[in-house]
């Protein structure tokens, strides 16, 4: 029999006497002069279960006396009276929660009113996780509470995916559970279900054990240990320090002689798998504890996972550093967090992953504003997929004057500065091409910052061993931060490394790999660059999800990058070793790929607006700004295409004929010239930070009148078709929505 409660005055902190005589159906009704029972207290408020059986205390009870629920209509209760002093009565199945009952005493004709509860109807109640559950995989764990049931579903969550324990039996007090193959280490969210109803029980962390399993130490092996699914050992997975790599053997053990330079080690995730998750950081590596001659065991646990068609969400330079108005973490979760989470946390675990190409912090702002990689990494907390990492040049430590100590911190927070894993049937590997050099810095002094923009030795080295377990016919994906290459002039190529010995040490590296793209960042801006000298290497250069390092939304209310692309990430969707992308704008739709300027309108905005005037009046950055279209023609109408790139197509017909279209190349972008250049130079005498750059996907068309309706279509390499009617005279705004 399930435990009774016993609810009686002196116990209780809330409560309402039943009351004495009364004629209508109140709280204190009697139905006749007399009372049926006396000295009976009910609680204003109980939390319950269905099938709970409830105690109450008085004087007067009889044989036969019933109880019922009235909430409107009476709900009839299971009753049974054990004394003139004690009666029990049962929670019917259609209680519902949060309803205030009155109860009710029934005596042949005759019933009383003994007074009013509001219930809070739970599956479960009393339960009790711990603050910890220890087990193994397989193994029972128990979860203290009443009211469950042995036909119950239990379902865990770790890292946005959720999953069935099964549970082996309920009683009075406690359900029992095995923990599933596929949970992990860490804090793991409960939810009891029975039906079509679910009640979360809380969090607790997970505690699981490989069942005395112990990784035999090797002659000069400083860090050792296990990967495994489960507690089973797998075979033949990549493990490594950063400088060396080796590979588990039959029963998944693996032993590396290091000499924990990184004070880590990580595992190379091979395909058809996925490693845990906690708070959307993948758990693939672990820092070491021990100093470099004492061995430690690093364990390592992966899932298995269906992976081979996943999405990729590839963002960069999201520059959180408390500061700008609306603050930049407020713009953060307001645009770029809000929407991938109503995209895709519902998606299933193994589906959607995000790559961080760097600078997702500002290391100018680390000290002052008391905002680095830790409060970063909490500001994605709510993805429910993994965000993988790689570092920029502002995720560096502005105290140090050195490379390799400026990148403790990241090493610390984030994990391995390089790295590489395979997600289905795409090899993926994370460099880091910025050499922090920091000239001036010291504890307590924030340096100059510099940095050289290249892929060191030791890293190299790295990489070179680490793809020859790669086979040539796999699609190699490359995240870093700084591009490998930029625009000349008109479409002309050039290098953005420090030198061209730089790329050739680095692309020479895939020598014998036909599909090869680097994802990169940094530039705030988006460029699309076949190699001129690799063949096989295709480089992307994504625009800021920050825009101007958020300072649009202060003066055009909207996020643009400096080339004018509205603040976004690309979405990477992955068919076997099939890839298509396209640029995603924040808070726009993905069918919106340009934007149109009547430069008859610009030309009029720049001769007339007082704010303008003021700006280019102004000098310093804003000298000779005036003259930007100067030399634009009559009905010129311009197109700035965000994320051209070979194999596009741009078309434009007025009254059915089509125009002649050209790229325009050294343009500047009218929307971020009004959204801040012109505003912030007439605010600050003409000196601008983030001043507008050359747009590299610009074009332009020339009506014949100023007041033709152009038809306008873009289709990108994939046959994805965007469009716009546009209705001329067209007014120049900071609404990147028109």
């Known amino acids: 029999m399930k435990k009774l409660i016993t609810l009686i005055a002196g116990l209780l902190l809330v409560a309402l006497p039943v009351g004495l005589a009364g004629c209508d159906d109140s709280d204190k009704e009697i139905y006749n002069d007399g009372r049926l029972v006396t000295d009976v207290v009910i609680p204003t408020s109980m939390t319950v279960y269905r099938g709970m059986e409830v105690s109450v205390s008085g004087y007067g009870f009889a044989q036969g006396d019933a109880i019922a629920l009235r909430a409107g209509e009476d709900l009839p209760a299971a009753t049974t009276v054990a004394s003139e002093k004690l009666l029990t009565f049962v929670i019917p199945d259609g209680a519902a929660d949060q309803t205030v009952y ?19 109807v739970q599956l479960a109640i009393d339960v009790d996780l711990g603050k910890t559950i220890s087990g193994n995989w397989g193994g029972d764990a128990v979860i203290r509470g009443r009211g469950f049931m042995a ?17 082996k039996g309920a009683d009075d007090s406690s359900l029992t559970f095995t923990i599933p193959q596929n949970a992990a280490d860490g804090d793991c969210e409960f939810t009891l279900q029975r039906g079509a109803e679910e009640q979360a029980l809380g969090s607790a962390k997970l505690n699981l054990s490989l ?3 112990t990784v035999p130490d090797k002659e000069g092996a400083t860090i050792k240990g296990i990967v495994h699914l489960a507690g089973q050992g797998i075979a033949d997975v990549l493990v490594s320090d950063g400088d060396l790599i080796t590979k588990t053997d039959a029963n998944g053990f693996y032993w590396l002689n290091s000499e924990k330079r990184n004070e880590l080690a990580f595992v190379i995730l091979p395909a058809g798998y996925d490693v845990p998750t906690v708070k959307a950081m993948p758990q693939f590596w672990q820092p070491c504890t021990l100093d470099a001659n004492t061995v430690e065991q690093l364990d390592f646990q992966l899932l298995r996972a269906d992976n081979d068609s996943h999405t990729m969400l590839v963002a960069t ?7 700008n108005t609306p603050k930049d973490y407020v713009q953060f979760a307001d645009g770029f967090v809000k929407e991938l989470t109503s995209a895709y946390n519902s998606a299933a675990p193994g589906k959607v992953y995000c790559l961080n190409l760097g600078d997702f912090s500002w290391d100018l702002y680390w000290y002052d504003t008391k905002w680095a990689l830790p409060e970063c990494k909490q500001s994605v907390e709510d993805f429910n997929f993994q965000m993988w990492s790689v570092m920029g040049n502002h995720d560096n430590d502005p ?6 100590g400026a990148e403790g911190p990241y090493r610390q927070h984030m994990g391995p500065v390089y790295y590489a894993m395979n997600i289905g049937r795409i090899h993926y590997i994370m460099l880091d091409n910025t050499e922090y050099l920091n000239t001036g810095g010291s504890q307590g002094t924030v340096g100059s910052r510099n940095y050289n923009r290249r892929f060191d030795d030791r890293q190299l080295a790295w990489l070179k061993e680490e793809l020859t377990h790669v086979d040539k016919s796999t699609p190699i994906v490359v995240g870093c931060h700084c591009p490998l290459y930029s625009y000349s002039g008109s479409g002309g190529v050039s290098v953005a490394l420090q030198t061209q010995a730089d790329i050739d040490k680095i692309l020479s590296c895939f020598a014998g790999f036909s599909n090869v793209t680097f994802l990169t960042g940094h530039t705030h801006v988006n460029r699309n660059i076949q190699s001129p000298t690799y063949a096989n290497v295709y480089e992307q250069n994504i625009a800021a999800v920050c825009g101007t390092w958020w300072w ?8 643009v990058c400096t080339d004018g692309s509205p603040a976004g990430y690309k979405i990477f969707t992955v068919d076997g070793t099939d890839l298509k992308w396209q640029y995603k704008a924040t808070g726009l739709p993905i069918e ?7 430069m008859n309108e610009v030309k009029e905005y720049w001769a007339t607006d007082a704010t303008a005037l003021k700006a280019f009046a102004a000098g310093n950055d804003m000298r000779n700004r005036d003259k930007d279209y100067s030399t634009v023609g009559e009905n010129a109408v311009y197109i700035n295409v965000w994320a051209y790139e070979p194999g596009w197509t741009v078309t434009v017909t007025e009254n059915g004929t089509p125009l002649d279209v050209k790229q325009v190349w050294s343009k500047k972008d009218p929307l971020h010239s009004i959204s801040y250049d012109i505003p912030r130079g007439a605010a600050n005498n003409g000196t601008l930070t ?3 750059t050359s747009c590299m996907h610009m074009f332009e068309v020339t009506a014949s009148s100023a007041s033709s309706t152009l038809e306008i279509s873009v289709t990108d390499r994939f046959g994805n078709v965007s469009t716009e009617s546009m209705t001329r005279p067209k007014a120049l705004t900071t609404d990147v929505t028109k």
């Open 102 to 120: 009155k109860v009710v005493l029934n005596r042949a004709q005759d019933y009383q009113v003994l007074g009013s509860s509001k219930m809070t």
């Open 151 to 167: 036909t119950d579903k239990l379902l865990l969550e770790q890292g946005g995916g959720k999953f069935e324990a099964p549970v």
């Open 211 to 213: 069942g005395g399993v």
């Open 317 to 323: 330079d999201m520059h959180l550093a408390n500061r």
């Open 399 to 404: 105290y140090v004057a050195s490379d390799f």
């Open 552 to 559: 649009t939304q202060q003066y055009g209310n909207n996020n």
């Open 592 to 598: 919106k790929q340009f934007i149109t300027y009547d």
């Open 690 to 692: 983030f001043p507008s």
